[in-house]
């Protein structure tokens, strides 16, 4: 195995043995040189998330940051920050969607080259980790991305050297992941993830006590969500161990683990609430019409490319709401427990949850 990634993974187990797989993560993911050292989101990166499908996604989750920001007694200045900030997609959305209120935008990336791309948008502070005093803590798609341990048939998967590669090895659980395993239900079947990195970002959002964190991730109720895999040029990886450092780490978080986790510390939860429910209650069909009327107006003025345009866009957007894609990703609202449900949290009976 070459590569600094692959180099300082090897120190790591000849170091202190075969490594938990959190260990791994956090090597391959965001160590010097690892996955996360540029941003590897975009078309042109590895994977999408929701606000590179289409700007409606942005502007309708302005709607719900502007009704938090009412409910917290419209703070001015209303200190937003956004966790794996990424690209700067999301952040100059809301920017714009929320031009009108007297936000602060903290953008945070663990890696120096995401934080040097987003030191170019205009209105974000960038910062490296969480600052200590926030109004709303915003994570699209971090927590499925946060080092987790793996348990098989009772005992921990962790990563050890073999031949000129790595490979799992099956150890008894340390106390610590023992006592992590009381927070997550058993596994119905295959590997049991246990996202401790997921609690611990719990825990610090607990720690600096915003009015809302708003957490949106793939995963389920009760359950891991999926085995464990990556991305890499749009493509899933299988096998996460083979060159690490060149593709995305990832699982379903258990947000029902994530709820009872923040409201043992002090928040209150709401949800988890499909994405497609949350985009429907926030505006999402007025928009679609709205859309295709402006379609049908275009090719009635002539103007069929941009009619074509504004087809395509509203096709790709509806792959927001779309329960097979990311319509299936779920909201988390954590609250101070004074403060109310907004409306868009409230699931719908749509046969999603």
Not at 36 to 46: L, M, S, T
Not at 149 to 176: H, K, M, S, Y
Not at 314 to 329: M, V
């Amino acid at each position: 195995m070459t590569g600094d990634v692959g180099g300082r993974i090897v120190a790591a187990i000849d170091d202190h043995g075969p490594i938990t797989f959190a260990e791994f993560m956090q090597l391959a993911l965001y160590g010097p040189g690892g996955f996360y050292d540029h941003p590897p989101v975009g078309p042109a990166g590895d994977f999408v998330t929701s606000p590179h499908v289409h700007p409606v996604f942005g502007e309708l989750l302005g709607r719900a940051i502007r009704e938090l920001w009412t409910l917290q007694g419209t703070p001015d200045p209303f200190r937003v920050v956004e966790v794996g900030a990424g690209d700067g997609t999301l952040a100059r959305q809301l920017l714009a969607a929320l031009a009108d209120v007297p936000i602060t935008y903290n953008a945070v990336e663990i890696s120096g080259g995401a934080r040097t791309a987003l030191s170019t948008i205009d209105g974000v502070e960038v910062a490296a980790e969480l600052p200590p005093v926030a109004d709303l803590v915003l994570a699209n798609e971090l927590l499925d991305n946060l080092p987790f341990r793996v348990v098989r048939d009772g005992l921990e998967v962790r990563v050890t050297r073999r031949n000129a590669g790595l490979a799992e090895v099956l150890v008894a659980p340390d106390d610590e992941l023992t006592t992590a395993l009381t927070e997550v239900p058993p596994a119905a079947e295959g590997d049991l993830v246990v996202p401790v990195g997921a609690f611990a970002f719990v825990d610090r959002l607990a720690g600096i006590a915003p009015g809302h964190a708003l957490l949106i991730d793939y995963g389920g109720v009760g359950t891991t969500g999926g085995e464990v895999h990556g991305y890499r040029g749009h493509r899933i990886v299988g096998d996460v161990l083979h060159a690490p450092g060149t593709a995305d780490i990832t699982s379903g978080v258990d947000l029902a683990a994530i709820a009872r986790r923040a409201e043992a510390a002090g928040l209150r939860p709401y949800g988890p609430v499909a994405q497609a429910d949350a985009l429907v209650a926030l505006g999402f069909e007025t928009w679609i019409r709205d859309e295709l009327g402006r379609q049908h107006d275009l090719i009635d003025r002539g103007a069929g490319v941009d009619a074509v345009r504004a087809w395509s866009g509203r096709s790709r957007a509806t792959l927001l709401a779309d329960p097979g894609g990311l319509g299936r990703l779920r909201w988390l609202l954590l609250a101070q427990p004074h403060l109310p449900a907004p409306d868009w949290i409230t699931p719908r009976d749509r046969g999603r949850h």
